[in-house]
């Protein structure tokens, strides 16, 4: 296992996007190394620079809302795992 579990959350809220960092930076073992964008064009664009083991993706954000947001992210890079984040019903 990694020493390091690199995280990209996408959350364009700031409150949230500070609550679940402080969550994450709980973790000893692996350390968590969270990169934050607040957009799914955003957040595409750091996939395509590599060295994500995981997104951390907001349902609804500026630039896609519901499905939509996870498809774009799994139809650009299909071998990184996302977790949804949602507060919908």
Sequence with gaps: MSEVCRVLLIEDRPTDAG????????IRR????????DTVQAGIERLGQGG??????DFSLPDSEGIETYHCIRDT?????????TGLD
């Design 77 to 85: 890079h299909p071998e990184v795992p996302v977790i949804v984040l």
């Design 52 to 57: 994500i083991d995981l997104v951390l993706l």
């Design 19 to 26: 609550l679940i960092r402080a969550e994450l930076a709980t």
């Design 30 to 37: 692996p350390r968590v190394d969270v990169t934050h964008r």
